[in-house]
């Protein structure tokens, strides 16, 4: 195969893991591998969720066909970050143990600038590797998938591929001469069902037959020879069920278990001596050989299987932080794929449990199924798996009503974050579809990762209300009604984040120092995000209110808040202000505006034949210099004028490099503003900011439009 190349780069994103792999598959489609995609991409995706998760930094993952070998390279820029394979018990950083057992080499290389984590698969498989099917897609069929077991006792030989049963009932005839032979084969449950045949009747049944049917030579694993059964004999079943006089018999041995029972028969007493019950057991250690690979085969598959739902799912969880999301997604991981149906509970307060997402395979069932639920026992608060059935206890008419869901076997599995409990998940099945080993396990381990990703979607959703909270709290109520001026105000915060941000806005009623009603009106920007800004916007804001109530001037007034936000010490936070006086024309023909800008954006004033100036002068910012002398700039606002005050969140919006406020662009941005009323202009610079970029804003965004009508 001639040399390919072709690489791609993602962002550090939770997101970047489902590219990363949408991207190796595509590649490895074009390039005819498809053989080998899905072990390509379960790597790929193992190693892209280390470098977002661990690295924290953007990533580049590179595909290559070297020597018939694929050579795939995820590359973060954490070169000094080492690298180290989980214990036992980690419940995180499984990606490399899965990566070297899927791929033929992997490894780690360091330079200068990042570090690149491989590994390296055959272009063209010839092996088991990399030749599996997904058993557990997340794709809805609209039936439920079959299941692999997770643990060799649960997996049935009768599932194994028949070619070599059937190539072992012909050789046994061949060597042994014998008019018929059979491979009966252990089920789940311990009955032996018939595997392939040579030579029998057509109408063949093994009915009730069971392993313990075998007799002791049987048991012990031994082959044995029965030489003259009485015809219909209850002492012999399998002589019986295959109508044998004579029979020879070996069982099938896999990890010291009867995986089933090679037999030739024949309608004539005596037909077989000790010889030939030592040659049918050589033929039975090659079939119990076929057998175990076809095991090993299942459990690669389920293994397989196993791994990339859990990747799947986990990345799924990750991409939401709305609580009632997360559980609806979780109930929806787990039906059809684990259970018929499944219930999400969550933990109150006072310890109570309540059903809080309930789903079903079959969707008109979700009621009845919910109905039971509210009136079955208590959930109990467990700390590991186990079997629960409460279903007794709710009135009849419920349990009529839900038919066949009260004889249903459900599992509970406890939701655990952080060391707290703060629910359970309840899976169910029909009674006789019974839960695997392997099943369990996955429920179990998808549990663990649901409980984390709700407990991180309950505290972002408390976060964000508290914030939200705070946020109002620091904004006013109200805007006056101000006699011929239109003010209209924006605030928006920046983006998803749920930290509280430093722009404020404020118009309040106050007196002149000549005791006549006027108004005073803010804006301001604080330095930083959180807590410690949330403090200084509250300490600005309520200051501004009580030292105007005072009848301090606007220098005054900039004066003292300087000197009380650097009272503060460390906990102080620089501040930019723009704060203005605002009373009527004596003509009574606009307004008359009293200004300061202690380090604020320019206020700009809108002329009606769209001339755009600024309206105010350049003075410190506060919160850095002890002794300092604010000099008041005066503005007339005549008919039609307008004037725009906004945050550096506006000017300062990015896009490509460049900024919204670069070469005058809020002057024209306002300037293009020519006859809009105050709030039209404050809906047009708002629009302007979002649509400057594809990403959302990084920053808050305030501004006042005042405008004499």
């Not at 059935?389 to 066949?404: I, L, T, Y």
């Not at 409980?451 to 959703?461: H, K, M, T």
Request: overall charge negative; proline content about 6%.
């Amino acid at each position: 195969m001639d040399q390919q190349l072709v690489s791609a780069a993602f962002p550090a994103a939770a997101a970047s893991v489902s590219a990363a792999r949408r991207f190796v598959r595509r590649v490895l489609t074009e390039w005819g591998m498809e053989i080998v995609a899905d072990d390509a991409v379960l790597a790929t995706s193992e190693l892209a969720t280390n470098a977002v998760t661990y690295a924290g930094t953007s990533f580049e993952v590179c595909c290559r066909v070297d020597d018939d070998k694929l050579h795939v390279e995820v590359r973060d820029h954490h070169p000094t970050r080492r690298i180290a394979m989980p214990g036992l018990d980690a419940s995180s950083g499984r990606g490399l143990p899965s990566t070297a057992r899927l791929a033929d080499s992997w490894g780690v290389t360091y330079d200068r600038l990042a570090k690149s984590v491989w590994f390296r698969l055959p272009a063209s498989d010839g092996s088991a590797a990399g030749s599996y099917t997904q058993s557990l897609p997340l794709a809805d069929s609209g039936a439920p998938p079959v299941l692999r077991p997770g643990a060799g006792e649960e997996w049935s030989p009768a599932e194994a591929v028949e070619d070599p049963f059937v190539r072992a009932v012909e050789t046994v005839r061949d060597v042994l001469g014998a008019e018929g032979a059979a491979v009966l084969l252990t089920e789940r449950d311990g009955r032996l069902k018939l595997g392939a045949s040579d030579g029998l009747a057509p109408e063949v049944r093994t009915g009730s037959l069971r392993v313990a049917d075998l007799g002791p030579e049987g048991q012990r694993g031994i082959p044995w020879v029965l030489d003259d059964v009485p015809a219909e004999s209850a002492a012999h079943p399998i002589a019986s069920i295959l109508a044998a006089r004579s029979l020879a018999a070996a069982p099938l041995r896999a990890q010291g278990r009867t995986a089933g029972v090679l037999v030739a028969v024949s309608a004539e007493p005596g037909r077989f001596g000790p010889s030939d019950a030592e040659r049918l057991g050589r033929i039975a250690d090659e079939v119990a050989l076929s057998l175990e690979r076809a095991r090993v085969g299942e459990l690669e598959r389920s293994w397989r299987g196993w791994l990339s739902f859990v990747a799947e799912a986990s990345d799924l969880l990750a991409g939401t932080l709305d609580q009632e999301r997360t559980m609806a997604l979780v109930a929806q991981l787990v039906v059809p794929r684990l259970a018929s149906w499944c219930a999400v509970y969550t933990v109150d307060e006072a310890g109570k449990a309540r059903p809080a997402y309930t789903w079903h395979l079959d969707e008109t069932r979700i009621d009845a199924l919910r109905k039971l639920l509210d009136h079955a026992d208590p959930v109990p608060a467990v700390d590991v798996p186990g079997p629960w059935n409460g279903f007794g206890s709710a009135p009849e008419p419920v349990r009529d009503e839900a038919g066949s869901l009260v004889t249903d076997l459900a599992y509970n599995f406890p939701l655990i974050a952080r060391g707290r409990r703060i629910g359970m998940i309840v899976i169910g099945r029909p009674k006789q579809d019974r839960f695997l080993r392997g099943v369990i396990d996955l429920a179990e381990e998808l549990s663990r990762r649901a409980a984390l990703a709700i407990d991180n979607a309950r505290l972002y959703s408390a976060q964000m209300a508290m914030s939200s909270a705070l946020q109002r709290s620091l904004l006013p109520p109200a805007v006056p009604e101000i006699p011929g001026l239109e003010v209209a105000v924006v605030y928006e915060p920046a983006g998803e984040r749920s930290e509280v941000g430093g722009d404020f806005y404020d118009v309040f009623n106050c007196v002149d120092e000549e005791g006549r009603p006027c108004w005073r009106f803010a804006i301001g920007d604080v330095c930083g995000t959180g807590p410690e800004a949330a403090a200084v916007t509250g300490l600005a804001r309520h200051a501004l209110r009580i030292l105007a109530a005072e009848g301090l001037s606007v220098p005054d007034v900039l004066t003292r808040l300087n000197r009380l936000i650097l009272g503060e010490g460390t906990r102080a936070r620089l501040l930019t202000l723009l704060h203005g006086e605002i009373s009527l024309s004596k003509d009574g023909d606009g307004v008359r505006l009293r200004l300061v800008s202690a380090g604020h954006p320019p206020a700009l004033v809108l002329h009606p034949d769209g001339l755009v100036a600024e309206a105010v002068t350049a003075q410190p910012l506060l919160g850095v210099i002890d002794e300092v002398e604010f000099e008041i700039d005066t503005v007339e606002l005549k008919r039609g004028q307008v004037l725009l005050c906004v945050t550096d969140g506006v000017t300062e919006r990015r896009a490509d490099g460049r900024l919204l406020g670069d070469d005058q662009g809020l002057e024209r941005l306002l300037g293009s503003c020519t006859g809009l009323s105050a709030g039209a202009v404050a809906a047009r610079v708002q629009r302007a900011v979002r649509d400057f970029g594809p990403e959302p804003s990084g920053d808050d965004v305030a501004l006042i439009a005042l405008r004499v009508s």
